[in-house]
Structures are given as structure tokens and as C-alpha cells.
């Protein structure tokens, strides 16, 4: 995918402790700023950001992400946190995530949001419409053709 697109950028999820260190190893060897790496586990999240260092964007871990969207949820600051975006479903325990409210401390905290996973082309555009930075998908056909619409796509 690097080779082929050029200007695609690629969020890659650390699933398990065993892909860390081939990853990061791979991504030396690439030009971090195409890449966001996450992993829903804070430990290794901030293994791979001690072996890749600074220049690096990457997502906030459950622990993290917790610590920036609870406060934002009920209208307080939200703690610092070293991730550059998070990467959230649109409601979690039936709650809705996507507010108003995160959505502009996120701005104000300079944190991109991904959505995941998103498959029906009517609440991409919605989502598209309402600043997400990134959108994880099932559907990559559907999500390509809301952004040419949009003249977003690379």
C-alpha cells in the first residue's frame, strides 16, 4: 500500500504484543508522517512511541481516551494526553461519543477523531460533514466514493 499510493496515509492497529516490534522495525524504515499507529492497549501504544520517538502521530489507547472523552462528555477539560487523535466508535454503552461537545475539544486540543467502523455511505457523509478526520470501514468502495464527492480523496 505504501509503495502503490503514494500520498495514502495508513493507520495500522498494534493488535498484540508480538507485532510491535516488527512493526516498528517497518516503520523506520518509511516516512512516519504517512502513518498513524494505535493499539487499544495503553502499554504498548507508549512502547511503540519510546521505539519510534517523536514524529510519529498516533492514536489514544482506552486508557487515554477515557481520560479526554469523559470530562469532554460532561462538559469539563479534558486530561492531557499524548496521542494525536482518537479513534472511538460513534456511541459507546449506548451513549453517544460524537457530541458536539468532544468534537470541539478535540479541536481545541489540536486531537484528529476517527470513527470506527463505519460501513453505510449516508453516515460517512455525515461524519465527513461534521469534521471526523479518519473513518474506519468494511466498506473502503463506499467510503473512496463519499470523499471523491466531496473532491477528498488523495
Not at 495508513?10 to 516490534?21: E, Y
Not at 512502547?47 to 469523559?70: D, K, N, Q
Not at 468534537?103 to 470506527?116: D, F, N
Request: proline share 5%; net charge neutral; charged share 25%.
Amino acid at each position: 500500500a505504501v509503495a502503490a499510493w503514494p500520498g495514502l496515509k495508513l493507520n495500522i492497529d498494534a493488535k498484540t504484543d508480538h507485532v510491535v516490534a516488527p512493526l516498528c522495525a517497518w516503520a523506520k524504515t518509511t516516512d512516519l508522517a504517512r502513518l498513524c499507529l494505535a493499539s487499544e492497549k495503553d502499554k504498548r501504544i507508549a512502547h511503540i512511541r519510546e521505539e519510534l520517538g517523536t514524529g510519529l502521530c498516533t492514536a489514544a489507547a482506552m486508557g487515554e481516551a477515557a481520560r479526554f472523552l469523559l470530562p469532554s462528555l460532561v462538559g469539563l477539560k479534558p486530561g492531557a494526553i499524548a496521542a494525536d487523535c482518537l479513534q472511538i466508535p460513534t456511541k459507546a454503552f449506548g451513549l453517544p461519543t460524537l457530541t458536539r461537545a468532544t468534537l470541539g475539544r478535540a479541536e481545541e486540543a489540536s486531537k484528529a477523531i476517527h470513527v470506527w467502523t463505519i460501513d453505510d455511505a449516508a453516515e460517512m457523509a455525515q461524519l465527513v460533514e461534521k469534521g471526523v478526520g479518519g473513518i474506519m470501514t468494511d466498506r473502503p468502495a463506499a467510503l473512496k466514493s463519499v470523499l471523491e464527492t466531496r473532491d477528498l480523496w488523495c
